[in-house]
């Protein structure tokens, strides 16, 4: 599906990995949390080098992910691919990538109202098992949870910025 803002395209796509295949990526994920995790950056981000590191591990993932991106633009290679995990004490700020095209992978995510908004104009929804790709030169950021809400939803997502 397309769905245009601004002369902006979002599309989005139905990913449907398994259940077992999402469990592998949120243990590798809660893994770099863990021990790995990015201190530079939002609590709770790894390092974005996630499609080097996991690379023999997420090739399901990264061959689907690819898949989506060359149905937009089939020279898009990945510049680089981390995790974000939303929780009570997160706090993610308004920003933008440096390349044409960021994908979103929205892992796991009971309640799709705490989306990806846009450019503080709207809120696109970050349904589960789902991806969003976008102009990643377009601030954005995740739609950060009340404490009430994200206590009961722990949000995996995992984004890619593409280059061409």
Known sequence: M???INNEDYHTFDVALSDEQRGTLISMIDDEILNNHDKTVSLYQTYADLHITYMTDWKFFL??????????????????????????????????HTTPYTLVYYLQNKYPEYGTNIDNKCILPAVE??????????????VNMPKEVAEQNKRYSIVINYDV
């Open 2 to 4: 397309i769905l245009t």
């Open 63 to 96: 061959e689907r992910m690819e898949k989506y991106m060359h149905s937009i633009n089939p020279h898009a290679i990945i510049d680089k691919c981390w995790a974000n995990v939303s929780t009570v004490n997160n706090d993610y700020g308004m920003h933008k």
């Open 129 to 142: 098992n789902t991806c969003m790709i976008m102009n990643g030169q377009i601030p954005h950021s995740i």
